[in-house]
C-alpha cells in the first residue's frame, strides 16, 4: 500500500518542552486516519509541521514517498496539502468567491494580456461546493455565516488548491450534532474524490464512526496504530493515557439543599422569553438544548454580561440586579465561558496569574501576596488537571488549545463561588482530563455550591445532571429529572 504521506523520527522541541519526540505517522491514499493523544501530546505541533507552520528539529517527511522539505505554509498548499483549524483564517469583509481564490486568482488571457478570470472561478466554486453537497450564496459575505459554514468554506478553499491530502484539526469541537452530520456526510464525499485525510478528535465515537485508521500520540512520541475496527474505546484511552480509566462519570447521590438561586420571567429581545428556574445548593443543572437555542445567552443575562429587559433574579430570595459581570462575581455568580478567549482568560500572562486572577483579594494577606499559598494552590489545580506545561509560569499563548481550556475550569473552581455556570467546560479536552472535572465538579457541590452546566455533549449533561433543562428558541420547553432523561427525551425537546 502506497503511503501518500509519512512523517519519519519528528523531533521538536520548545523552551522548556519536548514537544514531539521520535514521532512518526503514515497515511496511506484516500483513507482517514484518526490521530489521538492526550491535551498536549503533540498533535497540533505534529501537523504544524507538515503544513510548514514550524520547522522540525530532525526527522524525515516523504510525499509519494519522496523527501520533501515543507518551509512555508505557502509550500504545503503547493504540494496539495491543506489543513482546517478550528479558528477559521478567511476574511470576514470579503465573499465567500473572494476568500476562495484569495491570492490565486484564476486568469484568462486576451490580447496577450492576463485578465482575472471571474466566470472560471464562479464555475470552479459552483462545481466544489457541489461535490460538498453545501448550498451557499458565493457573493455573500463570509462575516454572517456560522462556524460550521466557515468551515466548509475553508474545505471548499482548500479543493481550490486542489488539496491531495487534507488535515482537520478538531472540527467538530464547536459544532452541532446536526452540523456534525453535515461535516461528515462532506468529508465521505470529498474521500471519494480520492483525497486522504488526517482527522484530530477528543470525540472517540467520531473516530469510530468514520476514521479507516487511527494513530495514537503519547507525550510526543508513537505508541499505535490501529484499523478501527479493530480496537474499542478502552483499548484507545489506554494507549492515550498510559492506563485504563475506569470511571467516566463521577457523579456521587447528593440530597440537593436550600434553593440558592430563583429566576422569575426573565425577557430579554427575541433570545429569553419567558424564562423561569431554579437551582439549589449541592445541586448540578444541566442546560441543554441546539445552538442558538438561548443557553449561552441566558448564561450572560445570570452574570451581568448582558442585561435582561424584565424579570427577576433572586439570590437567597433577595432579588439582586447583576449590572455587569464584576458584580455577579462579588455576589458569588462566576462563569466560565465557552469562548476562553472573549472573555476569561488573558493569554499573554502565565497559568498561575490566570488561575488566581479571581481570588487576588483572598490570596493577600498583611504581608502582600501569599505566595506559598498560592502556589499550593496553583500545583493542586495543574496536578489534577494535568494541565501540561513547562511550569505555571508558562504563557497561555505556548499552551495546546485542551491545556488553556483546563486553565479556564481551573481559575473558576479556584474562586469556589456560591453559583458556578459552566458553558462547554470540557470542549477540546481530553478523556482523562475530563472525567477529572467531572470529579471536582461533584466535589463542589458536596460543598455546597450549585452549578448550572451548559453542554453540547449529551452522555456529559445526562451524566452530571441532578435536573435538566431543555432551551428552544429562547424558551425552557421542559425540565427533566436524572432519573427521567434520556438522549431522546432531550432531542425530543430541543427540536
Ligand atoms: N509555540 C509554542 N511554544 C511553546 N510551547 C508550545 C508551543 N506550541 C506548543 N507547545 C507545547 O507543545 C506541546 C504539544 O502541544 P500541541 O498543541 O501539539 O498539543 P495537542 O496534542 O494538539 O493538544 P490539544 O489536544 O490540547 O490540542 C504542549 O506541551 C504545548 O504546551
Ligand atoms: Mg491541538
Given at each position: 500500500m502506497t503511503n501518500v504521506l509519512e512523517l519519519r523520527n519528528i523531533v521538536k522541541t520548545f523552551p522548556g518542552v519536548k514537544a514531539l519526540d521520535g514521532m512518526k505517522l503514515e497515511l496511506r491514499k484516500g483513507e482517514l486516519l484518526a490521530v489521538c493523544g492526550e491535551n498536549g501530546a503533540g498533535k497540533s505541533t505534529l501537523m504544524k509541521i507538515v503544513t510548514g507552520v514550524y520547522k522540525p528539529d530532525s526527522g524525515e517527511m516523504l510525499?509519494?514517498?519522496?523527501?520533501?522539505?515543507?518551509?512555508?505554509?505557502?509550500?504545503?498548499?503547493?504540494?496539495?496539502?491543506?489543513?482546517?483549524?478550528?479558528?477559521?483564517?478567511?476574511?470576514?469583509?470579503?465573499?465567500?468567491?473572494?476568500?476562495?481564490?484569495?491570492?490565486?486568482?484564476?486568469?484568462?488571457?486576451?490580447?496577450?494580456?492576463?485578465?482575472?478570470?471571474?466566470e472560471k472561478m464562479r464555475q470552479t466554486a459552483l462545481d466544489i461546493f457541489g461535490k460538498l453537497g453545501v448550498e451557499i450564496d458565493l457573493d455573500g459575505k463570509v462575516g454572517k455565516f456560522g462556524v460550521a459554514t466557515k468551515q466548509m468554506i475553508e474545505i471548499a478553499k482548500a479543493l481550490t488548491y486542489d488539496a491531495k491530502i487534507l488535515i482537520l484539526d478538531e472540527p467538530t469541537a464547536s459544532l452541532t450534532s446536526r452540523e456534525v452530520t453535515a461535516l461528515f456526510d462532506t468529508i465521505k464525499r470529498i474521500k471519494a474524490e480520492g483525497v486522504s485525510m488526517v482527522y484530530i478528535s477528543h470525540r472517540l465515537e467520531e473516530i469510530f464512526l468514520i476514521a479507516n485508521r487511527v494513530t495514537v500520540i503519547r507525550d510526543g512520541g508513537y505508541v499505535a496504530t490501529a484499523d478501527t475496527k479493530d480496537v474499542d474505546s478502552k483499548q484507545l484511552v489506554s494507549w492515550m493515557i498510559g492506563r485504563e480509566l475506569s470511571d467516566l462519570y463521577s457523579k456521587t447521590a447528593i440530597k440537593p439543599g436550600a434553593e440558592v438561586l430563583s429566576v422569575e420571567n426573565l425577557n430579554q429581545g427575541e433570545t429569553l422569553r419567558d424564562?423561569?428556574?431554579?437551582?439549589?445548593?449541592?445541586?448540578?443543572?444541566?442546560?441543554?438544548?441546539?445552538?442558538?437555542?438561548?443557553?449561552?445567552?441566558?448564561?450572560?443575562?445570570?452574570?451581568?454580561?448582558?442585561?435582561?429587559?424584565?424579570?427577576?433574579?433572586?439570590?437567597?430570595?433577595?432579588?439582586?440586579?447583576?449590572?455587569?459581570?464584576?458584580e455577579a462575581i462579588r455576589q458569588g455568580i462566576v462563569y466560565v465561558s465557552e469562548d476562553r478567549k472573549a472573555n476569561g482568560l488573558i493569554t499573554q500572562m502565565t497559568i498561575r496569574e490566570n488561575m488566581t486572577l479571581s481570588i487576588l483579594d483572598k490570596l493577600s494577606g498583611w504581608t502582600g501576596i501569599r505566595f506559598k499559598w498560592e502556589g499550593e494552590l496553583v500545583e493542586a489545580y495543574t496536578g489534577r488537571l494535568k494541565i501540561k506545561a513547562a511550569s505555571s509560569a508558562t504563557v497561555l499563548n505556548n499552551l495546546s488549545g485542551g491545556n488553556q481550556q483546563k486553565v479556564s475550569v481551573a481559575k473558576a473552581l479556584v474562586a469556589e463561588p456560591r453559583i458556578l455556570i459552566l458553558d462547554e467546560p470540557t470542549r477540546g479536552v481530553d478523556v482523562g482530563a475530563k472525567s477529572e472535572i467531572h470529579k471536582i465538579i461533584d466535589e463542589l457541590v458536596h460543598r455546597d455550591l450549585a452549578i448550572l452546566m451548559i453542554s453540547s455533549d449529551l452522555p456529559e449533561i445526562l451524566g452530571m445532571s441532578d435536573r435538566i433543562y431543555v432551551m428552544k428558541e429562547g424558551r425552557i420547553a421542559g425540565e427533566l429529572s436524572r432519573e427521567e432523561a434520556s438522549q431522546e427525551k432531550i432531542l425530543t425537546l430541543a427540536l
Open positions: 510525499l509519494n514517498g519522496e523527501p520533501i522539505h515543507i518551509k512555508h505554509p505557502s509550500d504545503a498548499y503547493g504540494k496539495g496539502i491543506a489543513i482546517i483549524y478550528q479558528e477559521t483564517s478567511l476574511f470576514p469583509e470579503l465573499t465567500v468567491l473572494e476568500n476562495l481564490f484569495m491570492g490565486h486568482e484564476a486568469t484568462k488571457r486576451k490580447f496577450g494580456l492576463s485578465f482575472i478570470d471571474h424564562i423561569s428556574f431554579t437551582l439549589r445548593k449541592g445541586e448540578i443543572v444541566g442546560l441543554s438544548g441546539l445552538a442558538g437555542s438561548g443557553r449561552t445567552e441566558l448564561a450572560h443575562a445570570l452574570c451581568g454580561l448582558s442585561e435582561a429587559d424584565s424579570g427577576a433574579i433572586r439570590l437567597e430570595g433577595r432579588e439582586i440586579a447583576v449590572g455587569n459581570y464584576h
